[in-house]
């Protein structure tokens, strides 16, 4: 992300998100209402006239690899409210909309932790649109402020550290520096108490490091927004990098994968990268982190 702009690709998301009710009923695993209003280009007034776009293969492929991403991560929430977490952080939240659309989060605590930039636009979009979110905005800049000073000021804004945490890293990991990879995954255990949850996404390595054309032409457009791919995992090696920073893997699949559970055949069939992850980690009793 350039220094004082908003994430472009965090407003491509939530438009995906919202464009979802151009899907096929049976599609919609994840409406945000809100996700359109965060376009630059007026998206949300002329949503109709958009459907011949979403019919493309190409788009309505995007629109449901992202309605399939958040529902598992949505899933996953809901698991942990159901079994009495009550305690939600969103790290690079972007522009996520958890807090005004899932009902189950209504006796929460919920943690929105973002670029000053990002999380501004945010905040002023909602306010238009007269939605009051129950979240509560810490205001982070991931570029001068050291990761292990952020689970103190998430104290100071109200995170009960005794308390299990559902934290949501999604659409993040794959523009980090390995060490800011590290950083962050120390600092996120540093808040997550035994029960806790990390819900992440990532992308394979070998996307990055040998990607198709597809890929390489993707990669090439976020670069241009200051927010180029940098990092992915061996899916064979992230359970010890993960055990090694005090989390047990518990679930790693791709979104492809998940879509054909989720999605009718010929709709999941348009989701077909295998390099696209989401991964469902939880904070043990007894922690040894590596040095």
């Given at each position: ?111 929105e932790v973002d670029h000053p930039a990002t999380q ?71 808040w997550s108490p035994a029960g806790s949850k990390l ?57 492809a994968a998940a879509a054909r559970v989720l999605l ?28």
């Open positions: 992300m350039r220094d004082e702009s908003p994430s472009r690709t965090a407003a491509a998301v939530a438009v995906a998100r919202g464009l979802a009710e151009l899907l096929p009923p049976e599609a919609q695993l994840a409406r945000d209402p809100y996700g359109a209003a965060f376009s630059y280009r007026g998206v949300r007034e002329h949503l109709g006239k958009l459907r011949p776009l979403a019919e493309t293969r190409v788009m309505k492929a995007w629109i449901l690899y992202m309605q399939v991403r958040t529902r598992v991560i949505d899933d996953a929430l809901r698991a942990f409210l159901a079994a009495g977490g009550r305690q939600v952080v969103l790290l690079g939240a972007g522009y996520d909309t958890r807090a005004l659309r899932l009902p189950e989060l209504a006796d929460a605590t919920i943690l501004g636009r945010k905040r002023s979009v909602l306010a238009k649109l007269g939605a009051d979110s129950p979240a509560r905005y810490v205001t982070w800049d991931f570029e001068t402020r050291a990761m292990e000073d952020l689970p103190d000021v998430l104290e100071e804004a109200g995170l009960d550290r005794a308390q299990p945490v559902f934290t949501i890293w999604e659409g993040v990991t794959m523009y980090l520096t390995e060490a800011a990879i590290d950083a962050s995954l120390r600092a996120i255990r540093a819900a992440m996404t990532y992308f394979v390595k070998t996307r990055i490091a040998q990607p198709s054309l597809v890929t390489r032409m993707a990669k090439a457009v976020v670069a241009t927004f200051g927010e180029p791919w940098r990092f992915g995992w061996d899916p064979a090696e992230l359970p010890a990098y993960l055990e090694a920073r005090g989390f047990k893997l518990e679930r790693d699949v791709a979104i009718p055949a010929e709709l999941a069939a348009l989701i077909k990268d295998p390099g696209r992850r989401f991964s469902l980690a939880s904070a043990p009793e007894a922690i040894g982190l590596a040095s």
